[in-house]
């Protein structure tokens, strides 16, 4: 068994290793955000639309009322026209 050609060998690999590193100096910037107007309009209008309930309760009342006594009278035009403007308008 040749144990200088193993000496040799490691010696190759610890021949390659660093003895010290250098530290790279602190950068001295910091991260910065700034939101548009735009987009603090948008933060608003978004909160405005989530205090918002999805349904009108006061107006669904009045239309049960109005069934129920036999005076919600409304067109099949009528409504015909609000869902042709509401999904092509």
Known sequence: MRIDAFNKIS???TAGSVKSAT???AANFSDTLEISEMGKGYQVAKQAVARTPDVREEKIKDIKERMEAG???ISIQDVVDKLVDQYLG
């Open 71 to 73: 005076t919600y009278n």
């Open 23 to 25: 530290k790279a100096k």
């Open 11 to 13: 010696e190759m690999y």
